[in-house]
């Protein structure tokens, strides 16, 4: 039929449009890919940080005071926390996404597994670090 007489409509000229958040259900390992980008973008600004940190130890008492402070403040505390956090997630799920280049973990409760693993890990590993560097500190909280 012709779109002259009226039977059909012409479609527009559009292309079909992608999946996107809206149309998948959320999975953990979506959850753990968006993370590993969210956390390389962490480690750069925490990184940048530490880099205060060295210039300021570099310069003497004067300059490192303050960033010590900060450093040692609770919000000082919670950054360095979610630093270590970001350091340790990013690092296994690297680890991981090397593993799975060899072509093997691919199967999707295979990667599951991995995801719920390196969540559980990392937050293990960054406790660990915090809770030991609060306690050489003498101040665990």
């Known amino acids: 039929?012709?779109?002259?007489?009226g039977s059909a409509t012409p479609r527009p000229n559009t292309p079909p449009l992608s999946p996107h958040l809206q149309i998948w259900g959320w999975t953990v390992t979506m959850a753990a890919s968006i993370t590993h980008r969210a956390t390389g973008i962490a480690l750069y600004a925490g990184t940048v940080l530490l880099a205060i940190w060295a210039v300021a130890l570099g310069l003497g008492?004067?300059?490192?005071?303050?960033?010590?402070?900060?450093?040692?403040?609770?919000?000082?505390v919670l950054v360095l926390g979610g630093y270590a956090w970001a350091l340790f997630f990013h690092l296994?799920?690297?680890v991981k996404h090397l593993y799975q280049d060899t072509g093997r973990g691919?199967?999707?409760?295979?990667?599951?597994g991995t995801?719920?693993?390196?969540?559980?890990?990392?937050?293990?590993?960054?406790?660990?670090?915090?809770?030991?560097g609060l306690s050489a500190r003498g101040g665990a909280a």
């Open 115 to 132: 995801a719920w693993f390196i969540y559980a890990a990392s937050l293990t590993l960054a406790a660990i670090t915090i809770f030991a």
């Open 106 to 112: 691919l199967r999707y409760e295979t990667a599951k």
């Open 1 to 5: 039929m012709s779109a002259a007489s």
């Open 61 to 76: 008492d004067a300059a490192f005071g303050p960033v010590a402070a900060l450093f040692a403040s609770p919000l000082g």
């Open 92 to 94: 296994m799920n690297g």
